[in-house]
């Protein structure tokens, strides 16, 4: 019989309040979620109800009860959420303002909006189509997963991009859900594999070859050709792509039916999880923010349409001055939730506006001269310069958008891992890769530059860069290997 024993054990876990979890939760929503949510609020709650336009605001109502709970300070320096002391926003002499919610940065954007360069948003607007992130949402709400594994399954699918890769490291996804949730990285990772045999398998991988293998070790173990599969993507997917099945022959002993079945079976899975959700040539995106030049200075502000319009209906806090009872306890819960909801709004807004002020003036640059002078940046960098945690720029930055008179960009698009220089200092991978695409622009044709001469060429700009790093840029980039470039070229010489 198995010995039994009590054990005591000392945690730690941080205890989030029902106001800061709606604060986090409205910071990483984007946009259409977020107009959707209100929505949700504004059919559930009788003391909330939209500005028209055009409508008059109107004086502020008496303060009903002196005792109910003060909504958070919107200037407090936790971007994370609320602070459960509060504080008072101050309305009229009796204590209570009628909130009614304005976006900060609404007023300067209608005196620049005639910039040069912005033409409006008439053929600009939402999408709002099932997509792979709303597939991969669903199957995780009806997996059993614990709520800690439902926390860092999202946020594994919020780090993919439009072909379902997986672009956040481990200690990113950590980083994203610290300090609400401390979690170490074998929990990630554990999380990680389920979420890769969610459909589509093989999402969240890191890169086709990997994605392949998920698909491999998904199939039933009595497939024909599954192990040499397995062996020919994780150790030869060169010669594969190259249809070699000499080398492919020598290096593997295997005979030219059982490479054919092999090579059938990885021929018949989907290198891109993604791509029956690929529907960017349908998408279109509304900025969150606006960045505009004025006095040599770059400034951001808010877009008009991220205030909501929400004030206090008169004819319900009237109601709750006259009424008793269950009826006043009802009134009085859904005033907190108006409260709290008006002041998480304002706290959402400010802080996308200063993690986005802050990323404009680190990227300086590139809004003047291009990618080639993006500068390396990462999440800790605008959490310490704007005083927040890494996760709540992590949420800010989480699928919002950033109109510049060189594009539309997502704000994730401005953090760019470092590559060393040969003094010491440091360059973004970004503006590695538009050096990487000019090389390649300008190749001749007759002889493509290898992965091992483009490593060279950028030596020689002073940019030490291996060759495989150079591989994984130009893959990147969409651009094949050398000897597929051959080839594209020789068929364009052909046709010419």
Same mark, same amino acid.
């Given at each position: 019989?198995?010995?039994?024993?009590?054990?005591?054990?000392?945690?730690?876990?941080?205890?989030?309040?029902?106001?800061?979890?709606?604060?986090?939760?409205?910071?990483?929503?984007?946009?259409?979620?977020?107009?959707?949510?209100?929505?949700?609020?504004?059919?559930?709650?009788?003391?909330?109800?939209?500005?028209?336009?055009?409508?008059?605001?109107?004086?502020?109502?008496?303060?009903?009860?002196?005792?109910?709970?003060?909504?958070?300070?919107?200037?407090?320096?936790?971007?994370?959420?609320?602070?459960? #002391?509060?504080?008072?926003?101050? +309305?009229?002499?009796?204590?209570?303002? !009628?909130?009614?919610?304005?976006?900060?940065?609404?007023?300067?954007?209608?005196?620049?909006?005639? &910039? !040069?360069?912005?033409?409006?948003?008439?053929?600009?607007?939402?999408?709002?189509?099932?997509?792979?992130?709303?597939?991969?949402?669903?199957?995780?709400?009806?997996?059993?997963?614990?709520?800690?594994?439902?926390?860092?399954?999202?946020?594994?699918?919020?780090?993919?991009?439009?072909? +379902?890769?997986?672009?956040? #490291?481990?200690?990113?996804?950590?980083?994203?859900?610290?300090?609400?949730?401390?979690?170490?990285? /074998?929990?990630?990772?554990? *999380?990680?594999?389920?979420?890769?045999?969610?459909?589509?398998? $093989?999402?969240?991988?890191? /890169?086709?070859?990997?994605?392949?293998? *998920?698909?491999?070790?998904?199939?039933? $173990?009595?497939?024909?050709?599954?192990?040499?599969?397995?062996?020919?993507?994780?150790?030869?997917?060169?010669?594969?792509?190259?249809?070699?099945?000499?080398?492919?022959?020598?290096?593997?002993?295997?005979?030219?039916?059982?490479?054919?079945?092999?090579?059938?079976?990885?021929?018949?899975?989907?290198?891109?999880?993604?791509?029956?959700?690929?529907?960017?040539?349908?998408?279109?995106?509304?900025?969150?923010?606006?960045?505009?030049?004025?006095? /040599?200075?770059?400034?951001?502000?808010?877009?008009?349409?991220?205030?909501?319009?929400?004030?206090?209906?008169?004819?319900?806090?009237?109601?709750?001055?006259?009424?008793?009872?269950?009826?006043?306890?009802?009134?009085?819960?859904?005033?907190?939730?108006?409260?709290?909801?008006?002041?998480?709004?304002?706290?959402?807004?400010?802080?996308?506006?200063?993690?986005?002020?802050?990323?404009?003036?680190?990227?300086?640059?590139?809004?003047?001269?291009?990618?080639?002078?993006?500068?390396?940046?990462?999440?800790?960098?605008?959490? !310490?310069?704007?005083?927040? &945690?890494? #996760?709540?720029?992590?949420?800010?930055?989480?699928?919002?958008?950033?109109?510049?008179?060189?594009?539309?960009?997502?704000?994730?698009?401005?953090?760019?891992?470092?590559?060393?220089?040969?003094?010491?200092? #440091?360059?973004?991978?970004?503006? *590695?890769?538009?050096?990487?695409?000019?090389?390649?622009?300008?190749?001749?044709?007759?002889?493509?530059?290898?992965?091992? !001469?483009?490593?060279?060429?950028?030596?020689?700009?002073?940019?030490?860069?291996?060759?495989?790093?150079?591989?994984?840029?130009?893959?990147?980039?969409?651009?094949?290997?050398?000897?597929?470039?051959?080839?594209?070229?020789?068929?364009?010489?052909?046709?010419?």
């Amino acid at each position: 019989m198995a010995d039994v024993s009590l054990q005591l054990r000392l945690t730690q876990k941080l205890a989030l309040s029902p106001q800061l979890q709606q604060a986090i939760r409205l910071l990483q929503l984007n946009r259409i979620e977020l107009r959707e949510y209100i929505q949700e609020v504004l059919d559930s709650n009788p003391i909330l109800e939209r500005i028209e336009p055009g409508a008059e605001r109107g004086a502020d109502p008496a303060e009903p009860d002196p005792g109910q709970p003060d909504a958070p300070q919107a200037g407090d320096r936790s971007a994370e959420g609320p602070d459960d #002391s509060g504080g008072d926003r101050g +309305g009229g002499d009796d204590g209570l303002a !009628e909130w009614e919610y304005e976006a900060p940065g609404a007023e300067q954007w209608l005196e620049t909006a005639s &910039h !040069e360069g912005y033409s409006g948003e008439s053929q600009i607007a939402d999408a709002s189509e099932n997509s792979l992130l709303d597939h991969l949402l669903w199957q995780i709400n009806l997996s059993h997963f614990s709520p800690t594994d439902t926390a860092i399954a999202q946020a594994i699918v919020y780090g993919l991009d439009e072909d +379902g890769f997986l672009q956040e #490291s481990i200690a990113e996804i950590r980083a994203s859900l610290a300090p609400e949730l401390l979690v170490e990285e /074998d929990e990630v990772l554990a *999380v990680l594999h389920r979420v890769q045999r969610l459909e589509p398998v $093989g999402v969240a991988t890191r /890169d086709p070859g990997e994605c392949i293998r *998920v698909q491999l070790r998904a199939l039933p $173990g009595d497939t024909d050709g599954r192990d040499l599969a397995l062996r020919l993507a994780r150790d030869y997917l060169d010669l594969v792509a190259r249809h070699d099945l000499g080398e492919m022959a020598r290096r593997t002993g295997a005979g030219e039916d059982a490479l054919l079945a092999a090579l059938d079976l990885i021929r018949s899975l989907e290198p891109r999880p993604g791509a029956r959700y690929d529907n960017r040539r349908d998408e279109y995106l509304v900025p969150d923010v606006y960045v505009t030049r004025s006095q /040599d200075l770059w400034r951001v502000t808010l877009n008009p349409e991220n205030d909501p319009g929400l004030r206090l209906n008169r004819y319900y806090i009237d109601l709750l001055r006259k009424s008793g009872g269950k009826d006043a306890e009802y009134l009085q819960g859904r005033l907190q939730e108006a409260r709290w909801l008006m002041s998480s709004l304002e706290l959402r807004n400010q802080t996308l506006l200063r993690v986005s002020q802050c990323i404009v003036d680190f990227q300086e640059d590139f809004l003047e001269q291009g990618e080639l002078a993006m500068k390396p940046l990462v999440l800790k960098e605008v959490a !310490e310069a704007i005083g927040v &945690h890494e #996760s709540t720029v992590s949420r800010a930055t989480t699928r919002k958008y950033m109109l510049t008179p060189r594009g539309l960009f997502e704000l994730k698009y401005f953090f760019s891992s470092h590559v060393h220089t040969e003094r010491g200092g #440091s360059i973004s991978a970004t503006a *590695v890769k538009a050096r990487l695409q000019m090389l390649l622009d300008r190749e001749p044709a007759d002889s493509p530059l290898s992965d091992q !001469e483009l490593a060279e060429l950028l030596r020689q700009a002073g940019i030490v860069a291996a060759r495989r790093t150079v591989a994984k840029y130009r893959e990147s980039l969409g651009i094949g290997s050398s000897s597929e470039r051959r080839r594209l070229y020789r068929r364009a010489g052909a046709r010419g």
